[in-house]
């Protein structure tokens, strides 16, 4: 079976002015966060300080400075060596540790969505995998006449179902002494909510290494 | 060239380090020229490093003078309406990061609950669904239905306007050859409603197993099972 793909892929480029307009401003917007981006590593990697200044084809400009644009800027220009007050340096620690946490909360972000990403992928193919072996997990589209009727009985069936299970672990939050006779000495037997279903969010397939059946 | 995941954070190992300078400080120039040509735009970089003493600029000290001059020569408010330092930037990224995360998490969450509805279909129970996954599935359920309702409508809607042309087409043809025509297909107007439809289901979906018999209807449940999508007393 062949797989749709979405895009065309990494494409190579030719180094020359591109000819469709609407694709150069997203070229413009995609490849500035690209240079941004790695001149934001490069001054955390290797400590340096740098200054980018571009202006889009919508004649807007846009500049990355560290640790500041115009710092850079007047440097250049004036080409005075910088001074190295102890203020300075001080600002310049804070400022610094001030990045490296900012660096962590963003690496743990990146990691996150990776590991989302992933449990994405493994959760369509558990879709892939159902396909296959029922037909109600077809999208709808693909779905005969009577077959959608019959799945519609099913969902309403399901739908009460779930409505009356959801009543009763209402009703045994409210309740626990009544699910749990004493025992003859008196004591009551502890209410445990995972047997109640107020369990861990996640639903365990059940089923072991997420087979389906 | 090894595609190893690098830590966000100074190398502190002297070697190491500058030669990631060196390498990215390479890349960093190469992209700013794609970047100006592809787009045919100015732009430049102005780079200092504590491993020379004079600045590294591209494209040259003369056209970064040019630029600057430019940059400087617009409005302050327009200067620094898109000025990025390390945290601003920073604090962009990880805001859009998190959007992206909260996407994916109800994506991955919608996903897990379209499962859990395929798999109480087959007679899975619901006790090991708390009462947050119970409402998810509720809302799924609902889902799911308004669409079927919908593509049933539309299925009908369909069968009507076909058996409309086609008996328009048939009585043409009637007119046209006088009367005597060979219908190889049943006459629209002795069926009722729903034998129609099934007729031009079957039409439309000639691979469709119209029985019920075959691998198609597998799931083993019990009576007791409310949930079962195929329940004893269904079969015609």
Same mark, same amino acid.
């Given at each position: ?82 001074? /190295? ?17 900012? /660096? ?78 004493? /025992? ?30 | ?20 300078? #060196? ?49 400087? #020569? ?46 109480? &279909? ?51 043809? &009637? ?62």
């Amino acid at each position: 079976m062949a797989t749709v793909r979405k895009s065309k892929g990494r494409q190579r480029v030719e180094m020359a002015k591109m000819t469709k307009e609407s694709n150069l401003q997203v070229t413009f917007s995609k490849r500035r966060s690209g240079l941004f981006k790695k001149a934001s590593e490069l001054c955390t990697l290797c400590g340096v300080e740098i200054a980018i200044v571009v202006f889009s084809p919508g004649k807007k400009v846009y500049s990355f400075g560290h640790p500041c644009v115009e710092s850079i800027i007047d440097r250049f220009l004036t080409r005075n060596p910088l001074p /190295n007050s102890s203020a300075l340096q001080l600002f310049e620690a804070h400022r610094s540790a001030n990045v490296r946490d900012l /660096n962590l909360q963003l690496t743990q972000v990146l990691n996150q969505l990776e590991i989302e990403k992933k449990r994405g992928e493994a959760l369509t193919q558990m879709k892939k995998a159902s396909q296959a072996q029922c037909w109600w997990a077809a999208s709808i589209e693909e779905l005969s006449f009577e077959r959608l009727e019959l799945l519609k009985v099913s969902l309403e069936n399901l739908k009460k179902n779930v409505a009356l299970q959801v009543d009763k672990l209402m009703i045994e939050a409210s309740n626990p002494a009544t699910f749990f006779p004493s /025992n003859s000495v008196g004591a009551v037997v502890p209410y445990d909510s995972q047997v109640a279903g107020f369990g861990p969010r996640s639903y365990d397939f059940g089923y072991g290494g997420g087979r389906l059946f | 060239m090894t595609r190893k995941k690098v830590k966000l954070a100074y190398i502190t190992n002297d070697s190491a380090r500058k030669a990631t300078f #060196k390498k990215r400080k390479k890349g960093l120039m190469k992209k700013v020229s794609e970047l100006s040509t592809l787009c045919g735009i100015d732009a430049c970089a102005i780079l200092y490093s504590p491993y020379d003493s004079q600045p590294e600029v591209w494209p040259s000290p003369l056209g970064v003078q040019r630029v600057l001059a430019h940059f400087k #020569k617009m409005p302050e408010m327009e200067q620094s309406k898109k000025m990025v330092n390390q945290e601003s930037f920073l604090r962009q990224r990880i805001a859009k990061g998190n959007e992206q995360l909260k996407k994916q998490r109800k994506d991955n969450r919608e996903k897990e609950i379209t499962q859990v509805m395929y798999q109480s &279909l087959t007679g899975k129970g619901l006790q090991n669904l708390n009462i947050v996954d119970l409402n998810d599935l509720g809302w799924m359920i609902d889902q799911n239905l308004k669409d079927i309702h919908k593509r049933i409508e539309s299925l009908n809607k369909e069968a009507q306007s076909q058996a409309a042309a086609a008996a328009a087409a048939a009585a043409g043809q &009637l007119i046209k050859t006088g009367g005597k025509v060979q219908e190889e297909k049943p006459a629209f107007d002795s069926m009722d409603a729903i034998q129609r439809q099934q007729w031009f289901v079957d039409l439309v979906n000639p691979n469709e197993q119209m029985g019920f018999a075959g691998d198609d209807m597998m799931l083993p449940f019990g009576d007791n099972n409310h949930n079962a999508l195929w329940p004893n007393g269904f079969f015609p």
